[in-house]
């Protein structure tokens, strides 16, 4: 091959490998940390199930860290918009091994509450799978993220310490709830909600909304699209 042709070849392809190897990296703009009330998600009518059948401790857990666009966009070569990245690459499966120093802090903190199974692998598999691999981290990066940051605030405290207290009875203001995570965290957090066996609405999620580094709290942006709540909540004793 010529000079000549040999530069055409290389101002052809140039463009086209740092096409590829820029869209690795998923575009969003924040992370949610999502953790879940143990007490709401078994006051439902699917109720719940341990791992192992060991109750766990009466506290928040993890739900996931979950890529976020600041605002929905139309899906590319799909007729719908979209709010988030999912699925970013079905060829990277969660591997247990990958998170073997974790498995502690992962079953302590981040346990699967479903009957659908007796341990939490397919619960970090869904997360990961869906979430996680549109995160820019590798398996371990991701998952050590979301225990640390949920490390950084004892969200059951912060509540207990504003008076909400888990109770069958009691129902609490939505804005004191969110007020007291803000003054205790230092930035605005959504929270979600669902309904109990009787109709009853209780806080179910706490959102706090991370940068793309996974790191640094910020501000929410607004409400979580559907898990609604009304002004008042109850907090479900676990
Ligand atoms: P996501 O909300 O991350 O899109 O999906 C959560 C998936 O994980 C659902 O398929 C749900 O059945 C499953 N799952 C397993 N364990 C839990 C759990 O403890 N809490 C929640 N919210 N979902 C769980």
Sequence with gaps: MGVHNC????????????????????????FYHVQQWPGSFCDTK????FPGNV?????????????NY???????????????????????????????????GMDRNWATLSCKSNDSTGFWSHEWEKHGTC????QHAYFAAALEFKARFNLTQIL????????????YGVSSILDAITAATGS???IGCNKGVS????????????????????????????????????FPAF
């Design 188 to 190: 605005k957090p959504s």
């Design 7 to 30: 530069s055409i070849v290389v101002l052809v392809l140039l463009p086209l490998l740092l096409a590829s190897s820029s869209s690795a990296a998923t575009d969003f703009d924040f």
């Design 46 to 49: 699917g109720g719940c199930c």
């Design 199 to 234: 109709g009853e609405m209780q806080l179910y999620e706490v959102y706090h909304c991370v940068d793309r580094t996974g790191t640094r709290p910020v501000d929410c942006p607004g409400t979580v699209q559907g898990r609604k709540c009304t002004d008042t909540v109850q």
């Design 160 to 171: 207990l310490d504003a008076g909400v207290v888990p109770s069958d009875e009691e129902t």
């Design 70 to 104: 600041a605002a929905c966009r139309p899906a590319v070569g799909k007729n719908k918009t979209e709010c988030w990245p999912e699925f970013c690459n079905a060829a990277d499966t969660f591997d247990p091994l990958l998170v073997s120093d974790l498995k502690n």
């Design 55 to 67: 109750k766990p401790a009466v506290d928040f857990g993890i739900h996931g860290l979950w890529p």
């Design 135 to 138: 995160s820019n981290m590798d």
